[in-house]
């Protein structure tokens, strides 16, 4: 019983890559225009490079802003969880969520992630 729902699971894998293959191949989009690869501004000619490369530093930063802030969302729960369980278990769970964001805090400045100068 296994060994057929892998086969039929390696049928479908198959069959969806040779899909996607051929949709690639068939598609009027592959066909590299000069036109349609330039930014648009109102039928002028672009004052600078819409393709120009940003930070990669800043990438880095807003990337553990969103990070830290998805863990910091995940706390306001806690709130409710006081009317539901004791005051112990709330600061158990309370202090194991911040001790992770503290040890990603230390990992991230130890690695030198925010030291903005370099």
Request: hydrophobic content about 60%.
């Amino acid at each position: 019983m296994i060994m057929i729902l892998f086969y039929f699971a390696s049928f479908i894998l198959i069959l969806c890559s040779i899909l996607i293959i051929l949709a690639s191949m068939l598609s009027k989009k592959t066909f590299m225009d000069r036109e349609k690869n330039s930014p648009f501004e109102c039928g002028f000619d672009p004052k600078s490079s819409a393709r120009t490369p940003f930070s990669l530093h800043f990438f880095l930063i807003a990337m553990i802003f969103l990070i830290f802030d998805v863990e910091i969302t995940l706390i306001f729960p806690l709130i409710m969880i006081i009317k539901i369980t004791n005051m112990i278990n709330f600061l158990k769970i309370s202090i194991f969520l911040l001790l992770i964001l503290l040890i990603g805090l230390y990992h991230e400045w130890n690695q030198g992630a925010l030291n903005w100068t370099n």
